[in-house]
T-cell receptor, first 111, second 114 residues
Framework: QKEVEQDPGPLSVPEGAIVSLNCTYS??????FMWYRQYSRKGPELLMY????GNKEDGRFTAQVDKSSKYISLFIRDSQPSDSATYLC???????????FGRGTSLIVHP | GAVVSQHPSRVICKSGTSVKIECRSL??????MFWYRQFPKQSLMLMAT?????????EQGVEKDKFLINHASLTLSTLTVTSAHPEDSSFYIC??????????FGSGTRLTVV
């Protein structure tokens, strides 16, 4: 079993839909959780950075962490075609550790 | 926000030649820089961690003599792919953590060896 599991998709949704992206993990030591967006042939861009369990909201994006279930989610409200990208989750036991990445979920938002 | 500038964005080279990729932290000092490799539709694979003024730490299975990393200053790290072969064709990305919260990535370099 990989440390971080993420469905590669693709996930195809209509414009305006609420998107739910998820990752599960096995290492209970993970405390810091990140979501990155990566457009084709570009480097990943940090979207959300959260510590421990709970929710964090930033505009149309909400990150949710459930440490008891070892499950994290990223919700995108009012999805736009410009949100079409690959979304990678990442996590570390501490801020100075090298992050472990999921393989990414490809999201397609069609007009 | 913090920016990591990576060049070139795309390079095509002949088999047997060497290619240098540069990553610069533009508005912060990067004591540590991470180098990744990414295959199509795959996640990031950490190749090595470079620390300013010291030798890089390579991940298991990564050839040190093929992928030379130099981190001569707090704002510049370079990856040189030596004697490149077609199997080295990939997307290479660097990253650093300016604040200790999250990592900033370069824009990536697509290397094609022909």
């Amino acid at each position: 079993q990989k440390e971080v599991e993420q469905d590669p998709g693709p996930l195809s949704v209509p414009e305006g839909a609420i998107v739910s992206l998820n990752c599960t993990y096995s290492n209970s030591a993970f405390q810091y959780f990140m979501w990155y967006r990566q457009y084709s042939r570009k480097g990943p861009e940090l979207l959300m950075y959260t510590y421990s369990s709970g929710n964090k909201e930033d505009g149309r994006f909400t990150a949710q962490v459930d440490k008891s279930s070892k499950y994290i989610s990223l919700f995108i409200r009012d999805s736009q075609p410009s949100d079409s990208a690959t979304y990678l989750c990442a996590m570390t036991p501490g801020g100075s550790y090298i992050p472990t990445f999921g393989r990414g979920t490809s999201l397609i938002v069609h007009p | 926000g913090a920016v990591v500038s990576q060049h070139p964005s795309r390079v095509i080279c002949k088999s047997g030649t060497s290619v240098k990729i540069e990553c610069r932290s533009l508005d912060f000092q990067a004591t540590t820089m991470f180098w990744y490799r990414q295959f199509p539709k795959q996640s990031l694979m950490l190749m090595a961690t470079s620390n300013e003024g010291s030798k890089a730490t390579y991940e298991q299975g990564v050839e040190k003599d093929k992928f030379l990393i130099n981190h001569a200053s707090l704002t510049l790290s370079t990856l040189t792919v030596t004697s490149a072969h077609p199997e080295d064709s990939s997307f290479y990305i660097c990253s650093a953590s300016p604040t200790g919260e999250g990592y900033t990535f370069g824009s990536g370099t697509r290397l094609t060896v022909v």
